[in-house]
């Protein structure tokens, strides 16, 4: 693995949009439109504001601490060994699960969906290999690897929305607010736990751009395209399949792509979009293996961190077969403990880093 790999801006972007999309474009629809209704896209316009408010949170405790990663942060704050104590508690029980968890999301979709008579095992044995791979060729070979996957990702969700536009139907949008304001703030739970929460871990990677100057504005463009997309695919949802559709299916978007039909000669092409959304998973995974490795390596000081990446990939692998028994566990646990896991370090931890440095700033300045 890389000592200090670089990346491009672009490419940070490019990380966010996947970081973001993830899995969510395949299971958001349908836990958002269960919140809010035909209302979901207001959800996630006020999402799009708290993001923003989530990107500026993190990027003002990386200019306290330039150069340094989450790891390094913690330890600057509250010294080094409880520093190094809070972060090996804080990558085993938030990126390590939402490995693990994302990991399950994926194979059990894969097994339901295309390959029912394979072995999960054997699904994740296959997908964690890849992981392994590249996480062992560090962060750049990632983010090369994302702007490929991410360019055929867009051109599959620029053909689905292109595609499905006949069907459209407005009348789905209405009526505006029929529930009130009530629906769309608890739309917001979801749309911020499956996709925004999370950016925290980009502290992680920062350190490695190679302009540091313009890296807050290419985390900021990558929420707002990532966010375009999951708002594009929300509002093809309700306008195609309606609202109860959208809402009792668990893979909505997978729904979407069975409906597209060009000429009765172009159909069935749901399975050319399910590798768009595997892709993104991917490196949504990778991203987090990433995280989890080097933030191991910098607490526990270790020089070789390859030397990690095969047991934790094994560990990780038998989380993902005991974390969840079925989808509708995954779904009931996305839904109702989720959002608090993410809401506690996602948001509350980097308030918590923030006003730490906001206080050593000012005893300093004393």
Not at 46 to 74: D, E, M
Not at 106 to 120: L, R, S, Y
Not at 273 to 282: D, K, P, Q, V
Request: glycine letters at 6%; proline letters at 4%; aromatic letters at 12%.
């Amino acid at each position: 693995m890389e000592q200090k790999s670089m990346i491009s801006i672009s490419q940070l972007t490019i990380l966010m949009i996947m970081n973001v999309v993830g899995s969510s474009i395949l299971i958001l629809p349908s836990q958002l439109v269960a919140e809010a209704k035909q209302d979901a896209w207001l959800s996630l316009l006020i999402s799009l504001l708290l993001s923003i408010l989530i990107v500026w949170l993190c990027l003002a405790i990386y200019r306290k601490h330039p150069g340094k990663t989450l790891i390094q942060i913690f330890e600057a704050i509250l010294g080094k060994w409880t520093g190094k104590a809070i972060s090996l508690l804080f990558i085993m029980m938030y990126p390590f699960l939402l490995c693990a968890l994302t990991l399950r999301s994926m194979g059990e979709f894969v097994k339901a969906q295309t390959m029912p008579d394979t072995p999960i095992e054997a699904i994740y044995v296959v997908f964690i290999i890849a992981v392994i791979y590249a996480v062992k060729l560090g962060i750049e070979s990632i983010a090369r690897t994302a702007e490929i996957l991410s360019f055929i990702g867009f051109m599959m969700i620029l053909f689905m929305t292109a595609s499905l536009i006949p069907q459209i139907q407005l009348g789905n949008l209405l009526p505006v607010l029929e529930g009130g304001f009530k629906p769309v703030v608890q739309g917001i739970i979801p749309s911020m736990s499956f996709s925004f929460l999370e950016m925290v871990l980009f502290l992680m990677l920062l350190p490695h751009a190679n302009m540091q100057a313009k890296a807050g504005k290419a985390l900021l463009l990558g929420v707002i395209i990532g966010w375009s997309l999951l708002f594009t695919i929300t509002l093809l949802s309700i306008l195609v399949l309606g609202v109860e559709i959208t809402s009792s299916e668990i893979y909505p978007t997978f729904g979407l792509a069975k409906k597209i039909s060009i000429g009765h000669f172009f159909e069935r092409v749901e399975s050319t979009i399910a590798f768009a959304w595997f892709f993104t998973c991917f490196i949504r995974i990778c991203i987090y293996f990433y995280v989890i490795v080097q933030g191991l390596a910098q607490a526990l000081n270790l020089k070789d961190k390859k030397m990690l990446v095969i047991p934790l990939a094994i560990i990780i692998v038998n989380v993902a077969l005991v974390a969840a028994p079925n989808t509708s566990y995954i779904y009931n646990f996305d839904k109702k403990i989720l959002p608090f896991f993410n809401l506690t370090f996602g948001l509350l931890v980097p308030l918590f880093l923030w006003a730490a440095s906001l206080v050593k700033s000012n005893k300093r300045a004393e």
